[in-house]
């Protein structure tokens, strides 16, 4: 059974600092890592995809992948209260299923 | 223009009614999908369309019908559904769905708020 895991939250940050935000995943053949934000009511939102390990910045986001310890995680830098949401990580593996796999999702409240 | 478009926003309908959910891509994505999401849950796969090729059926009951009449359209008929199956269902599209190496970015539309009574 293919997994990926996150803390489901909340992660509770103040304005304007760093919110981090993590994922890991039992499938080594991962190759893909998606983040996608979430407000409630509304649709998932693709802010990040990640396909080597290191970093990729965006913007006040950066991700992280460490393909050895399975493990991916998001920054979200001067976090604002419009930042508030759920978060999910979604890892698209190798073979021949290529469905992408979400995890629970972490719910991130940024305090004013 | 990263737009995927769904109709109807909200739809109620009787375990008896017929239904359909309409999605619509203009990137030119040869791959297009349909989920559902409960409250509180990630999304969950239902169908997969790969060059308007049904490629992926997740075990989903016979009540929910998918068609993609082509490569920009893909639609969800309902029939004899239970109020279980109340839910937001989500459409998203990919460029390309066959690639092993990489995948490609999915997209998802504003969704169909379903309430089954």
Known sequence: QKEV???????????????????????????SFFWYRQYSGKSPELIMSIYSNGDKEDGRFTAQLNKASQYVSLLIRDSQPSDSATYLCAVMGGGATNKLIFGTGTLLAVQP | ????????????????????????????????????QKAKKPPELMFVYSYEKLSINESVPSRFS???PNS?????????????????????SSQDFVELAFAYEQYFGPGTRLTVT
């Open chain 2, 72 to 92: 920009s359209l893909l639609n969800l008929h309902l029939h004899a559904l239970q109020p279980e199956d109340s839910a937001l269902y989500l459409c998203a």
């Open chain 2, 66 to 68: 998918p068609e993609c």
């Open chain 2, 1 to 36: 223009d990263t737009e995927v478009t769904q109709t109807p926003k909200h739809l109620v309908m009787g375990m008896t009614n017929k239904k359909s959910l309409k999605c619509e891509q203009h990137m030119g994505h040869r791959a297009m999908y349909w989920y559902k």
């Open chain 1, 5 to 31: 895991e996150q803390n489901s939250g909340p992660l509770s940050v103040p304005e304007g600092a760093i919110a981090s935000l993590n994922c890991t995943y039992s499938d080594r053949g991962s190759q």
